[in-house]
Every structure is written in C-alpha cells, then in structure tokens.
C-alpha cells in the first residue's frame, strides 16, 4: 500500500461514523494536495482531515449534538488527544499575525489549568475573538502536532462572551530532586544592555548586537535529578541570592578581586550542589524557570548523584 493508500484508508476508517467518504476519495483529495499542489504529506493529511471535521461538525449539528452543549467541557491543560470535540471556557490571552489567508485567528487561549494556542480559519466565518474577553467556546476540535496540543474553531463552533472574567493559570510545574550539576553560563554574568535584549554577553559579545558594554547579572542553570530524569532549571537573580546568600555586588567584589569571574560560579557550586530541592515555575522550551524554591534535605553524595547523572 502507498503512504498516501495507507493515510486515506486511516482517514476513512476514523470518519466512517460520521461520514459516508470512502478511501478512493480520501486519497483523491490527499493525492491534488501532495502531486498538484505540492503541499507535504503530513500537511495535506492535516488539510484534509479538517477539511472531514468541518463537514462532520455539521453534521453534528444537524442531529443536535452540537452548539454549545453536547461536548465534555473541558480544561486546556487535561487534552492530551487528537481531534476530539471538546466544549471549553477560556480567556484569549494573546492575539497573533496569522501567516497564512486560509486562518483568520491564531493566537494562546487561556484557562486556570494553563494556556494552549487556538486557530480558526477563514472559511468558517465565525465572529472575531478579542483579546483579553473570556469566551464559552462549544464544538471545538483538539489537534495535535509533535507533541503539542491546539485548539481549532471551525464552522460549528459556537462563541459567547462570559461576564466573568477567566483566571488564567501559568502552566507551572514543580521538580523535585538533588541539584546535581551546575552549567556554564552560571553565576556571575553580563547581560546586552540594549532595550528589550538581555542577551548574555559571550566574551562581551551580544550575538544580536556585538559588543556592548555589559551589565552584571546573578543566575545559575541547575540540573536537578528527581531520581528518574534530569531537569535544566534556571534560577534568576532574586532566586540565586536568596539561595546562596551571594549578592550580586558581593559577586562582583569577589570577581574584582580574584581577577577572575568564575570564582563566583565556583562559589556557588559549593553552596547548592549536592542539596534537595523543591522548584516550582513555568516551563519555556527545555528549562523550569524557579519561581519558588525550596531546599528540603542536608547535603546528598555529591560525588555519586553527579555518576549517577552523567550515567542517564
Ligand atoms: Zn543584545
């Protein structure tokens, strides 16, 4: 069976409640995208799976089972399937340039267990959503694409502004573990001076701006092993300070006077390596930013947890 056989029978199979379309029409449509159009196959697969949704949405519709009601109200954070229809209620935290005609909005939704990005396409003339306006949405449909979960609107989906106004949570999550390793880039550093940059200076360059005159900044990027996996943390200044009793002027005196920045690094490798923590914080791409830490233990075998981290 071709790849594209294989998707279009895959297609039908997941329509076949909904829908009377059959696999030779499926590839059909999927074969135009991929030979005419050139699109890729996962693309044209995606096209061609909402294009289905649309049209069993309707469906839905017809039969009474959609609008508002009819669908599971459901909390962002708790989707963790493809193409389901789900009822939520949710802020638009933030509005984006769409990049293509085809969508007429795109941007994060928000709820108290988290945000997650929404679409919604040109095609299914709905109203348009304001940013910072708290919505009941009802029929709208879960995508998901490399792990990462969206919302899409579509025709059926129904919208109505809520007079309360939804708390949006922040996505946080806590780690818990041996601070095991510290990387470089930690301590005492400079950061770009230029507005809206705070890039940290690689031998006083700024990679965006070259080099600039830097100014002093405390951090560390903690790895912390909760005995199953390892964590990249990054504790900002407050977060540093408070957790090694160095302040940054203390930390530039201690730098001035070694001739030597890594001294503060070195410092601080002593204070936390070692230790048990408890970091709580959002996550932004592999690392937990600490918004709260909390040591819970007397110092581990350094030694051995750093083996036992290097060995994963
Ligand atoms: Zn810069």
Redesign the pocket.
Same mark, same amino acid.
């Given at each position: 069976m071709t790849d594209l056989r294989s998707h279009a029978v895959e297609i039908a199979e997941q329509f076949s409640d909904h829908l009377d379309v059959s696999a030779d029409e499926v590839e059909e449509r999927l074969e135009s995208l991929v030979s005419e159009y050139r699109v890729p196959v996962d693309e044209a697969r995606r096209s061609v799976v909402n294009s289905y949704l649309d049209e069993a949405g309707i469906e839905r519709d017809e039969l009474g089972g959609g609008g508002a009601g009819g669908n599971e109200q459901t909390l962002l954070n708790d989707i963790d399937e493809d193409e389901q229809w789900v009822d939520v209620r949710a802020k638009v935290v933030e509005l984006w340039e769409p990049r293509s005609e085809a969508i007429a909005q795109v941007g994060l939704l928000g709820d108290e267990s988290g945000r997650m990005k929404f679409v919604s396409f040109t095609t299914s003339e709905l109203p348009e959503l304001e940013e910072g306006v708290s919505y009941a949405l009802g029929n709208v449909v879960t995508d998901e694409y490399q792990g990462n979960f969206s919302v899409k609107l579509n025709r059926t989906t129904s919208i109505a502004e809520l007079d309360e106004e939804i708390e949006v949570g922040d996505d946080s999550t806590t780690v818990e573990g041996a601070l095991v390793d510290m990387q470089s880039g930690s301590g005492l550093i400079k950061r !770009?001076p230029?507005e809206d !940059?705070t890039?940290v200076l690689q031998n006083g360059r !700024?990679?965006?701006?070259g080099n600039?005159e830097g100014e002093f900044d405390l951090r560390i990027k903690a790895v912390v092993d909760d005995g199953t996996e390892v964590h990249e943390v990054i504790f900002n200044r407050e977060m540093t300070e408070a957790q090694t009793g160095i302040e940054l002027d203390e930390a530039k005196q201690m730098a001035m006077d070694a001739l030597d920045t890594t001294i503060v690094e070195e410092e601080m490798r002593g204070d936390l390596v070692g230790f048990y923590y408890r970091v709580t914080g959002p996550t932004l791409g592999r690392y937990v930013l600490a918004n709260e830490v909390e040591r819970l233990s007397e110092p581990a075998d350094a030694e051995e947890l750093l083996i036992k981290a290097r060995s994963m």
């Open positions: !770009c230029k !940059c890039r !700024c990679s965006e701006h600039v």
